[in-house]
């Protein structure tokens, strides 16, 4: 596993160079990051690639609503060492165990159809609230206590028809993506913070799930990696329980969907992650993790959750 004992001497290493990207001590504190699982080369090789692309299309990251309340200080020490090596994630967070608790203190029971919530109008606004406050909760963290410029971008890039508006009300299905916000962003240096909320034609808002925003971002950036970052940081083989390090689709899609273990969530993550992928080019993966592995799972063949790639 990753030396996480190294981690804040490492951070501090990098806050002073931050803004000045000093490759001779973003690299020291990076190699004694990783150093005790993977080799230098292993790391320049993968450093390079995410650097060959321009920076829009080096990862979207989504946020999971747990990580954002129990895991928001491992979430920002992943994304300071990544903006010292000058690598900006476009980041889209969630916030669906928050919203779940804000219902039931309205006394509201949260419903979902096939994992998607049901969004009446009352719902939608304690939504939208939420999702804002969420969204800036995050960026002044990052601006104010770990000293990433992130920006808030909360609206102007998802479009949206309502998915079925009998069916789950006021629940977004995403028509288009402008990506013009985003690139304004990272041309800034700064760290593009998403929110999972789009808008119709006539600016009605619109609840869309916080993975679904990711696949939508993706499809339109067509970033090298897109990161899942969840508490339970992969999947895991229903048999074994143990985490599955890589699924090649080409050649293991068929035999998974066979597996007895591969039922509900599992399923309908990977039937979308296949979805996602045809549509990308080859080069193009899907990581899901813990954001403790974040780095491990970027930059070592190892990784450090489940790798998904065609
Ligand atoms: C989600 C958006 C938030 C989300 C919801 O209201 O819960 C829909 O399902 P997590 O934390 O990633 O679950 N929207 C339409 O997806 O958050």
């Known amino acids: 596993t990753v030396p996480r004992a190294l981690v804040p001497a490492a951070s501090r290493l990098y806050t002073s160079s931050a803004n000045s990207h000093d490759a001779t001590s973003m690299r020291a ?3 004694s990051l990783l ?5 230098r080369r292993e790391i320049d090789q993968y450093l390079a690639q995410f650097r060959s692309v321009s920076s829009q299309q080096f990862a979207v990251v989504k946020v999971g609503g747990a990580i954002l309340t129990d895991h928001i200080d491992t979430l920002c020490l992943a994304l ?3 903006y010292s090596m000058g690598l900006y994630p476009i980041i889209v ?7 779940n608790k804000l219902l039931l203190d309205a006394g509201v029971e949260p419903e979902f159809i096939d994992g998607i919530r049901v969004t009446d109008k009352k719902t939608l606004g304690i939504a939208r609230k939420l999702f804002l406050e969420a969204n800036m909760d995050l960026v002044l963290k990052l601006r104010q206590d770990w000293g990433i410029p992130a920006r808030p971008i909360t609206a102007g890039v998802l479009q949206a028809d309502y998915l079925d508006k009998e069916k789950w009300k006021y629940v977004g299905d995403i028509t288009n993506v402008n990506s013009r916000p985003i690139v304004d962003a ?3 240096k700064e760290l593009p913070i998403l929110c999972s909320m789009a808008e119709t034609e006539d600016g009605q808002i619109l609840n869309v799930n916080a993975d679904v925003v990711a696949g939508a971002l993706a499809r339109s950036l067509e970033p090298l990696k897109i990161v899942y970052l ?4 992969g999947l895991f083989n229903g048999d074994t329980g143990k985490l599955i390090s890589t699924i090649n689709l080409d050649e293991e899609y068929d035999s998974l969907m066979q597996q007895s273990w591969v039922k509900y969530g599992t399923k309908l993550k990977i039937v979308e992650v296949k979805k996602l992928l045809d549509d990308l080019p080859k080069t193009s993966s899907v990581a899901i993790i813990h954001p403790q592995y974040l780095e491990k799972e970027l930059f070592t063949h190892t990784g450090g959750g489940t790798l998904i790639r065609k």
């Open 186 to 188: 990272l041309k800034a």
């Open 80 to 82: 300071q060492h990544l």
């Open 93 to 99: 967070h969630g916030g669906g165990p928050q919203m």
């Open 35 to 39: 150093g005790s699982v993977s080799s």
């Open 29 to 31: 504190a990076f190699l």
């Open 230 to 233: 969840s508490e339970k940081g």
